[in-house]
T-cell receptor
């Protein structure tokens, strides 16, 4: 079974509108971390936001917020006031702490296109 | 400026040749990683290293080799045994234990002709 599922291959949003990118995860760990990265067409991966499984509040970083619903095992990224520069691939990733020092597992990504 | 550098940005090689991709970081991070990205596949882990002179295989290590002789450097060799080496390769680093955020380099696009 996939550890990270991003069900939206592509999304469109009007400039200045908000958009939600979905991410569900599968783990039996109690302690884990969830990450979102942005990949513009240039290829670099840019860290956006992090949510720990024990964090009681949803993480926020500027226009980015993470809608963390632990019981549903979902960690959706919300981008408010979309800008043309937000057009990119977005990847959700997870770290499971019980497995020791293991790297992140990534989803397949969602391509976001912002329309003027 | 602190960061991760990968060189070159684009690399072309003939089939059957080994090629080494460079990754250097000056973030003083202990852990370093190599990922491969194919269209529609997301990122897949090739190798990672938590400390100098030590490294572990990831999910798709066959046909690749690495070394970690210095903290700052984690080169990846794509050998002729790798059946389909044309891809985008990303290097990353983080502090240890591997609970901290991974930061990525700009990537190298390898094309095997």
């Amino acid at each position: 079974a996939q550890k990270i599922t991003q069900t939206q291959p592509g999304m469109f949003v009007q400039e200045k509108e908000a958009v939600t990118l979905d991410c569900t995860y599968d783990t039996s760990d109690q302690s884990y971390g969830l990450f979102w990265y942005k990949q513009p067409s240039s290829g670099e991966m840019i860290f956006l936001i992090y949510q720990g499984s024990y964090d009681e509040q949803n993480a926020t970083e500027g226009r980015y917020s993470l809608n963390f619903q632990k019981a549903r095992k979902s960690a959706n990224l919300v981008i408010s006031a979309s800008q043309l520069g937000d057009s990119a691939m977005y990847f959700c990733a997870m770290r499971e702490d019980s497995k020791g020092n293991t790297p992140l597992v990534f989803g397949k990504g969602t391509r976001l296109s912002v329309i003027a | 400026d602190g960061g991760i550098t990968q060189s070159p940005k684009y690399l072309f090689r003939k089939e059957g040749q080994n090629v080494t991709l460079s990754c250097e970081q000056n973030l003083n991070h202990d852990a370093m990683y190599w990922y491969r990205q194919d269209p529609g596949q997301g990122l897949r882990l090739i190798y990672y290293s938590q400390i100098v002179n030590d490294f572990q295989k990831g999910d798709i290590a066959e046909g690749y080799s690495v070394s970690r002789e210095k903290k700052e450097s984690f080169p990846l060799t794509v050998t002729s045994a790798q059946k389909n080496p044309t891809a985008f390769y990303l290097c990353a680093s983080s502090t240890t234990p591997i609970t901290d955020t991974q930061y990525f380099g700009p990537g190298t696009r390898l094309t095997v002709l």
